[in-house]
């Protein structure tokens, strides 16, 4: 077996993955490294063979590791990593930091992130992903990110470097993101409490919180113009032309396409993930012959399928 750095984190072999992620379902990593802190890390990438690849990993909130499993080292952060500080407009926070927590401690502080409070996952993946929801994204808060390369090497990076688009980001291959800074508008801690406890209850009104899921499972397809340019002006809905497909409450398996919210995949109960994954593509064939429209994952689908 080949031989890795020494850290003062925990690294652990072929560690399974199922019971990291929120579907519930993977196989195991070569190698879950869970660093001590931002030194730890750095010191563990530098040393590390630059043929074994790496694939930092936040909560699993928007995730289908498949049922093979990953051949590299899964890196998640955890303690250490999930500090909030605020600081006049600023609020930094760990990539660790649940988007929920660092909604409620910026309210507390009277600064406005309330969008985040919706948002399943970390910062790391929010920020990775340039989550949003209710028009408001992380491109539009955010100052700088600070990773480590996959050479070791702590960088900070000013957020426009990040190139930040729908749900998608330019990060260096193999980088970690272990905090980042956002630059938050003022408001009265209590309105911006009230209004974080109405975006709850209108989220568990439409979407499957008490299921297994993973959270949108496909990107809202852009429009078209008069010219049949793609248009991000005119976006259209994924669950509606999942809906126009008749594919609202599928099954495959253990998996279903909610009957709640047409866009959330769900483990109704012992779905492998070839079952998930299978399930999705169903869904993507059904709406391209449906509508012309070929839907995108959001949910990232990692590792390797299994051979009977």
């Keep these: 077996m080949t031989t890795l750095p020494t850290p003062r984190g925990t690294l652990t072999p072929n560690r399974p ?35 074994i690849p790496v694939f930092p990993m936040g909560v699993g909130s928007n995730l289908i590791v498949r049922d093979g499993g990953i051949r590299a080292v899964v890196i998640r952060l955890g303690r ?11 609020v930094s926070a760990g990539a660790a930091a649940l ?5 409620k401690r910026a309210a507390e502080a009277g600064l406005d992130l309330t969008f985040l409070r919706t948002i399943p996952g970390s910062i790391g993946g929010a920020v990775r992903m340039n989550a949003g929801c209710y ?3 992380i491109a539009d808060v955010l100052e700088e990110v600070q990773i480590v390369t996959r050479a070791g090497e702590v960088q900070t990076l000013p957020a426009a470097v990040l190139n930040l688009r729908y749900r998608q980001s330019d990060l260096p291959d193999g980088a970690v993101i272990v ?7 003022s408001g009265d801690p209590t309105a911006l409490e009230a209004g974080m406890l109405d975006q709850i209850a209108k989220r568990d009104a439409s979407q499957p919180t008490r299921d297994r899921s993973a959270g949108s499972t496909f990107r809202n397809p852009l429009g078209r113009s008069s010219t049949g340019a793609a248009d991000d002006t005119h976006e259209l809905k994924a669950w509606k032309v999942i809906d126009d497909a ?5 099954t495959l398996g253990g ?13 109704a109960g012992g779905a492998t993930a070839a079952d998930l994954e299978n399930l999705g593509e169903e869904v993507r064939k059904k709406v391209f012959q449906s509508s ?17």
């Design 17 to 51: 993955l199922a019971d990291l992620t929120w579907l519930r379902v993977g196989g195991p990593a070569d190698w879950l490294f869970q660093p001590a802190d931002v030194a730890d890390l750095a010191a563990f990438l530098l040393a590390l063979d630059p043929a």
């Design 80 to 90: 250490g990593f999930n500090g909030i500080e605020v600081d006049g407009d600023r």
């Design 99 to 103: 988007d929920a927590h660092v909604a």
């Design 135 to 137: 028009g408001s994204y």
């Design 179 to 185: 905090s980042a800074t956002f630059r938050a508008k």
């Design 246 to 250: 008749g594919m609202r409450g599928a």
């Design 255 to 267: 998996a279903q396409m909610s009957p709640m919210h047409s866009n959330f995949l769900i483990n």
């Design 292 to 308: 012309g429209i070929t839907l995108e994952w959001e949910i990232m689908r990692v590792g390797e399928t299994t051979h009977d």
